[in-house]
Structures are given as structure tokens and as C-alpha cells.
């Protein structure tokens, strides 16, 4: 019997098995699905409303206060305070755009941008990894692994190395942007290159750690989702504790859109907040899993009973092609995302909709970000990408508030943005002029 405030469970109803938090296990080991972390909220004194978070800002020298994934420790209070891990991360920014909704068709004060980038390992991996590094050290993990595309090899090596954990991080050959790598070798972990792709990755990473008993950091651990949750709630906040009509999020391995749906799930059970905001995932064309299987195979949560046949189908049918997923939005390459069912769940929570967009689009909606406000990686991008499909199609209105989740900084993937920009690949390029050593032709381009 599962006796503390938090308690792990099994996503499948036919199973249901409930575990503590003293285990690190990530998935059931009865039927080999997901887990949730799920609290008794009569054991945790939960703020009466959201407002109430917003008096610690006055306690900033405290770290968890500091901290914009501790401030709402309530809300995922599945360890003591002495094992809470914090390296800053949370301090960001929803930032009311009017230059770009105008460019894309949106009323004044509708669009807003919530910017990850200024995490300290410049993503919103760092969110989630505070979380999970927390949980680590509760259960005395001295070595971790990861698979990544980049933010998460970053996120981990900046947290492992501040908390004195060894790290492995695996990637794909040639599936990871510079600017990401860089930030692994830098913060000291172990890179192992396969040859392969991401979900090569994924696969090898869940043996290894079940192999030599490393603690896994990818989004299968669902400590590391419940950091992510408070992405939403600095959106709230930022919103004067208001809830938008919509959140776009770019989908990849689908982590961050099931942790919204169930921060948003649970604020509700909780009496937190009165409605539910949509739910609106963009994939990149060439990795559209998501898209395909709910909108072409009709693939749903169904309270937890989902088809798993569809799935296994799919993946037995990209095996047999030697399908890997491309795109420039190398975050979101990914062809078998591992928290799909929780997804899906999400997508029921929020009434949700997914739709795919081409990478020059993704690249045309960067530089327009850039041009009118934060500088992000590719696969933020597709969330502004996405939205002007959404707003032709009629599915989100032009007075609708939207919040768009830029996921990481512009210097993640900084090719991607010089090449778009030198090469003249879309209509916002904006390529360096080259002119002669001389100061009147040097002012004639300036006048």
C-alpha cells in the first residue's frame, strides 16, 4: 500500500500498478508502460489559489524561491526540500508580441511568446531536469545516461556535473546541432555517437541503464515531466493568473505536451483554475508521427485503452522502410516519441489538435521571431509556423489568446540561421552586403 503524498502508477487501467517514489523505474515493470507521478492532495497543503505563488517572490534569496520550477513546489511535491536541486533555471519570460500577430493576421495583445531560452543551459530541458535530478539524488544516483538530439544532452550535463552525478549522453550520427553538442562536452559528459538515429538512441540508452543501473534522463521519466508542468504555471503568472485560450508547442518526443495537459488536469482537479486552455501540437513534416497517427488513423486515449495496435503497426511499417525521420528542427526529429499515450491523454484533457508544417516554413516563422522578437531554435519556430495554418483554417480566431512555447535559445542551432539568411532561402532573409574598403560606398548602403 502506497502510504506517502506521492506515489508512481501505471498509465494503463488494465494494470493500474502503483509504486513509491523511492524507485527509479520508468516504466511499469508489469506491463512495461508508463508511469504517472500522482499525489494525494489531502496529504499537501495546496495554495487556496494560483496568486498565492506569487508571494514568493519576495523571498528570491531563497533558491527554491528563486527557482521558477520550485516556486510551485506544492504542485509537484514528490520529494523533501534538501534533496531539491536548482541551478536557476525558470527565470523566463512571456513576452505580448503585436509585431508578429499583425504580420500573421492576429489582433493586438492576442500573441504571446513564452520564451525557454533563458534557462540556464538555454532550453526548456532545464525545467524538467532540476526535477528529475531532484528525484535522483533522493534515491542516491551516482550515474545517469541520456539519449538526445541536443537540449537534453546539454540540460543533463549542466545538472549532473552541479550535483556531482556522472553523465553519458548518447546521440545520433550527424542528428545533432553544434551549438547543442558543444554544451555537453563543455559541461564535462561522456558522448557516445551511435550510428544511427534518435530512436536508435533511445532504444540502445533504456538497456544500458537497465543493464548497469544508470539513472535514465530521458522524458520516459516522469519526474522529469513534472518539471515541465510549470512551464503553464509561469504562463498563468505571467498572464496576471489568467488562462489563454490556446498553447502551441512543438512536438517531438511529445514530453512537454503531455506535462502541460497534466498541469492543466490537475489544476482543475484542484479547483485552481475554472477552465482548460486547447492544446495545439505542430510536428515538422518530416517527423509526423503524431499528426499521422491521430489524424489519419484516428488514434485516441479512449480513458487510457489505446489501440496499441495502430501503433505497433506504424512502427512495424517505418522499420520495414528503414524510415528515419528528418527535418531541420533537429529537436523534433523523431519518428517513435516515447510519451505518445500520455499525449494522446492530453490531447483529451485540452481538446487538442496536431498538424504538420514543412521545414521552410519552420525556417520562414524563425526569422520572423528574430526579426520581431527572441532569437529561437528551429523547432520553436514551428509553433508560429503552425499557428498561421491554424488561423487560416478558421480553428483558432484572430482574437483568441494564444501562448506559443519558443523551447530554446537562437545560439542552439546557430547554421540553421546564417544559412537561411546567407543563401536567400525565405522571404524574411536577410544576408550581409558585401562592399568595397571605401567610406562613401560604405554610406551609400546606409542612407
Known amino acids: 500500500m502506497v502510504k506517502e503524498a506521492a506515489y508512481q502508477k501505471c498509465i494503463n487501467p488494465k494494470c493500474g500498478a502503483q509504486f513509491d517514489t523511492g524507485q527509479s523505474i ?19 497543503e495546496v495554495p487556496a489559489k494560483m496568486s498565492d505563488f506569487a508571494k514568493r517572490w519576495a523571498g528570491r534569496d531563497n533558491r527554491l524561491d528563486f527557482s521558477g520550477v520550485w516556486r510551485f ?12 536541486v536548482s541551478v536557476g533555471e525558470g527565470q523566463t519570460i512571456l513576452q505580448c508580441n503585436d509585431f508578429i500577430a499583425k504580420e500573421i493576421g492576429m489582433k493586438n495583445g492576442c500573441l504571446h511568446l513564452q520564451y525557454e531560452g533563458m534557462n540556464p543551459s538555454g532550453s526548456f530541458k532545464d525545467n524538467g531536469m532540476t526535477a528529475a535530478f531532484s528525484h535522483a539524488k533522493k534515491v542516491g544516483a551516482i550515474s545517469c545516461a541520456c539519449a538526445s538530439t541536443g537540449n537534453t544532452s546539454a540540460a543533463v550535463a549542466l545538472y549532473a556535473h552541479s550535483v556531482g552525478i556522472k553523465c553519458t549522453v548518447f546521440i545520433g550520427s550527424g542528428r545533432i546541432a553544434f551549438g547543442k553538442l558543444s554544451q555537453a562536452m563543455d559541461y564535462g559528459a561522456q558522448t557516445i555517437q551511435i550510428r544511427g538515429d534518435f530512436d536508435d538512441c533511445m532504444r540502445q540508452v533504456q538497456d544500458v541503464c537497465t543493464e548497469l543501473g544508470l539513472y535514465l534522463l530521458n522524458s520516459l521519466n516522469p519526474f522529469r515531466l513534472e518539471g515541465q508542468k510549470t512551464i503553464m504555471y509561469r504562463i498563468i503568472e505571467a498572464m496576471q493568473w489568467n488562462i ?4 502551441v508547442v512543438p512536438g517531438g518526443n511529445l514530453g512537454n505536451s503531455s506535462s502541460f495537459g497534466k498541469a492543466f488536469m490537475e489544476l482543475k482537479q484542484l479547483g485552481l483554475i475554472n477552465k482548460i486552455p486547447r492544446l495545439a501540437i505542430i510536428n515538422a513534416s518530416g517527423a509526423d508521427t503524431l499528426d499521422y497517427l491521430v489524424n489519419k488513423k484516428n488514434l485516441k486515449w479512449n480513458k487510457g485503452y489505446v489501440d496499441n495496435s495502430i501503433i505497433d503497426d506504424f512502427y512495424a511499417e517505418l522499420t520495414a522502410k528503414k524510415f528515419s525521420p528528418h527535418t531541420c528542427a533537429s529537436a523534433i526529429e523523431i519518428s517513435r516519441p516515447v510519451n505518445l499515450k500520455k499525449c494522446l491523454r492530453a490531447i483529451d484533457v485540452c481538446n487538442g489538435v496536431v498538424i504538420s508544417v514543412p521545414d521552410n516554413e519552420i525556417v520562414d516563422a524563425k526569422a520572423l521571431i528574430g526579426k520581431y522578437g527572441l532569437g529561437c531554435e528551429p523547432a520553436s519556430a ?17 482574437d483568441e489568446t ?6 530554446g535559445h537562437a545560439l542552439k542551432d546557430p547554421n540553421v540561421t546564417v544559412n537561411y539568411h546567407k543563401e536567400r532561402q525565405g522571404c524574411y532573409s536577410n544576408p550581409p552586403v558585401e562592399v568595397d574598403n571605401d567610406l562613401q560606398k560604405i554610406i551609400s548602403l546606409i542612407k
Open 26 to 44: 520508468f516504466k511499469c515493470p508489469n506491463c512495461g508502460d508508463l508511469l504517472d507521478i500522482l499525489y494525494d492532495w489531502d496529504k499537501i
Open 73 to 84: 513546489r506544492e504542485l509537484l511535491n514528490f520529494c523533501d526540500d534538501k534533496h531539491k
Open 244 to 247: 489563454p485560450d490556446w498553447i
Open 382 to 398: 514551428a509553433t508560429v509556423a503552425g499557428l498561421k495554418h491554424l488561423l487560416a483554417d478558421g480553428v483558432i480566431s484572430t
Open 402 to 407: 494564444v501562448a506559443c512555447v519558443l523551447t
